[in-house]
């Protein structure tokens, strides 16, 4: 009997189990969708189609990890694809018009976007603006310095270690993209739910007032993060242009979009204080299969956007009914 037990008791602990419990509803979702489209057209299931899904969602969830933080953290940050435009083009420009050793430029190119996220940080944190108003004031002066920089063109690339980034494979089997992706989600995951760190970003967006009582540095932690989504965001903009052979200013354009849909139907409120990376993990893949599908059906890109759109605002008012649904749950319980 108490074999039995125990084996229930590492069932129930097993972090794989989990991660699909506290996500059955999108689970359920991303289940529904794979049978629907896979009966909608026969090329859905193939090996081909599930590693492209897999190489396409790659840069979505990139920047939707650096998102959720933000979003846990009570703010928002609308710089995200300017910066993946940014990072990209100039990357790419550093190598082809100035010459730049690939690794140089790379860096110089991750720099820059972890330098814009570090001033958005730095100014929601130190002079109270709403992270709305500065990162959009952010993502104007990113698309600004990617089309100057560019003067409006596409750069091409055709450096085979640079390509080699976006467009590799790991044993010419699992693509390099997502690699990138699982050891990211592992990193993040680790310090959001094991280190003091991830406890300050919940406490933050949980309570503000409570956690500054509490001596927890909220201008440090936010400005961290700002600059987290930064480097999330530039890395994505090296893998993406990387894949695409070129530097593209206007490439960046509804990322944050995406990134913000992923978060919100794995279950990051809104409000704060709220969200995990197994949720968002699932929230992109529900984007990226949406997109595939579509695609394989023959559904215009225009409708993709209108549906993108209606799935994030259905997505914000259930997260809304949860919260009230809570709020009441929690007067009940007080009156009691």
């Given at each position: 009997?108490?074999?039995e037990?125990k ?29 629907i ?9 193939t ?8 190489r ?6 990139y ?23 940014m990072?990209?083009?100039l ?15 790379i ?6 976007g ?17 992270a709305?108003i ?23 690339i ?7 980034i976006?467009?590799g ?36 967006g ?6 500054r ?11 961290i ?29 509804g990322?944050?979009?995406d990134a913000i ?9 809104m ?14 893949l ?12 023959g ?38």
């Amino acid at each position: 009997m108490m074999s039995e037990n125990k084996k229930k008791s590492v069932v129930l602990n097993n972090p794989v189990v989990n991660m699909f419990r506290n996500n059955i509803g999108i689970v359920v979702v991303l289940l529904i969708m794979c049978i629907i489209i896979s009966i909608t057209t026969d090329k859905f299931l193939t090996a081909a189609n599930v590693v492209s899904v897999l190489r396409q969602i790659s840069i979505n969830t990139y920047i939707a990890l650096g998102m959720t933080l933000i979003i846990i953290l009570g703010h928002i940050d609308l710089s995200v694809g300017a910066i993946v435009a940014m990072s990209g083009t100039l990357t790419v420009g550093f190598i082809v018009n100035q010459g730049m050793p690939v690794p140089l430029a790379i860096i110089l190119g991750i720099l820059i976007g972890v330098l814009t996220g570090f001033v958005s940080g730095f100014i929601v944190s130190r002079f109270r603006v709403p992270a709305f108003i500065i990162t959009m004031a952010m993502m104007n002066v990113a698309n600004g310095v990617a089309y100057v920089y560019s003067g409006g063109q596409s750069t091409r690339i055709t450096n085979e270690f640079f390509s080699a980034i976006g467009m590799g494979y790991l044993f010419k089997v699992i693509p390099l993209p997502v690699i990138y992706m699982v050891i990211l989600i592992i990193v993040i995951s680790f310090v959001l739910n094991k280190t003091k760190f991830g406890t300050y970003v919940y406490a933050i967006g949980g309570n503000r007032e409570s956690a500054r009582l509490s001596g927890v540095p909220i201008k440090k932690v936010e400005i961290i993060v700002f600059t987290l989504s930064g480097f999330l965001s530039a890395f994505a903009g090296l893998v993406l242009c990387s894949r695409m052979y070129s530097g593209q200013p206007s490439v960046g354009g509804g990322y944050e979009l995406d990134a913000i849909a992923a978060c919100v139907l794995g279950g990051t409120s809104m409000s704060g204080g709220k969200g995990r990376i197994s949720g968002t993990v699932f929230g992109a893949l529900v984007i990226g299969i949406i997109s595939n599908g579509l695609n394989l059906i023959g559904i215009s890109s225009y409708w993709q956007l209108i549906i993108k759109g209606l799935i994030i605002a259905c997505a914000v008012l259930l997260d809304v009914q949860k919260g009230k649904l809570s709020n009441l749950k929690k007067k009940k319980a007080t009156a009691e």
